[in-house]
């Protein structure tokens, strides 16, 4: 009985040793890509519900746009260049992403209203203003929605660069910058 207590106590210190040296790199896994390095961690600002539900990139390379929370959607720009918050817009529903889209100079950003509605909400990136308008006044007019799954991870159009939500903490934005050969 003695050496059966013995054996379980040696068995479960091996265990546990073997559990705390394996944590560490399971932490750090998430901070690894292939082929890039990881270089910064963007917190977002402090919300109701602090969770990024998904982002894309400005088609006109200066922007990654984030949205967090739901109630209002808190939509976010950073500048690709620093890294740095740029403008926050706060709209009174729940958006995707997926939807949503700016014009060709890049003055105004379109974010889709509704599931079943026509109507956009366009912000004016020079003057901060937020008004509704019907979709055949957007430069892609009324075109059907098409449903998308958020993205969580994407890269820059030169590929220089990869962007993922924080697995461990939904709240960051991981930033990994691509291996120079």
Excluded at 24 to 32: D, I
Excluded at 159 to 164: D, Q, S, T, W
Aim: charged content about 30%.
């Amino acid at each position: 009985m003695l050496f059966s207590k013995y054996y379980k106590i040696v068995i479960f210190k091996i265990f546990l040793l073997g559990y705390l040296l394996l944590l560490p790199s399971v932490g750090y896994s998430q901070y690894e890509k292939e082929g890039y390095t990881f270089i910064q961690k963007i917190k977002t600002p402090r919300s109701r519900k602090p969770e990024i539900n998904e982002m894309m990139l400005d088609p006109h390379g200066r922007f990654l746009i984030l949205t967090i929370s739901s109630n209002p959607t808190h939509v976010l720009f950073y500048r690709l260049s620093d890294w740095e918050l740029y403008k926050e817009y706060m709209i009174p529903e729940w958006f995707d992403l997926g939807n949503s889209f700016a014009d060709t100079e890049g003055r105004y950003f379109f974010v889709e209203f509704g599931r079943y509605s026509s109507k956009y909400r366009r912000i004016d990136l020079t003057t901060d203003k937020i008004d509704t308008v019907e979709c055949n006044v957007t430069p892609r007019g009324c075109l059907p929605k098409e449903p998308a799954l958020p993205k969580k991870e994407l890269y820059t159009i030169d590929k220089k660069h990869y962007i993922a939500i924080n697995k461990k903490n939904s709240r960051d934005v991981l930033i990994f910058k691509r291996n120079e050969d």
